[in-house]
């Protein structure tokens, strides 16, 4: 599933020092970034449920530590989304030619909103007990 992260160095990919390898850690950091604002939960939060140290997570997020699919799934979990939902997330398109661009541009948006809605929901319930 994450093997995305065993591609070669694609030539055109690449900016001086930045190899594919590079973006795709980056990617998932990014993702995993987007879900926790989206989620309102902080960094050292998220850390501690997933039982990863707070310096390891800030360097899977900037893209200079490459995550286990354990850690993945721990932080996944963290979040409260499938971990097959992030690695979605934090694909880039060439990864996801079978799928138009309207699409998966669709199910980004859609994905974003019911992890934003969720939120919301847990929040609303524990604040206000509806």
Known sequence: MIVVFDKLVLPHAEAPGLNLRMIKFMNVGIAIEECRKLKGITKSSLASQAGVSLPYLSQIINGQREPSITTIDKI??????PSSLLVFLASDDSELISVSSELRDQIRNVAKSLIKESSDTFISTQVFGN
Do not use: D, E, N, T
Not at 76 to 81: F, H, K
């Open 76 to 81: 996944s979990s963290s979040l409260g989304i």
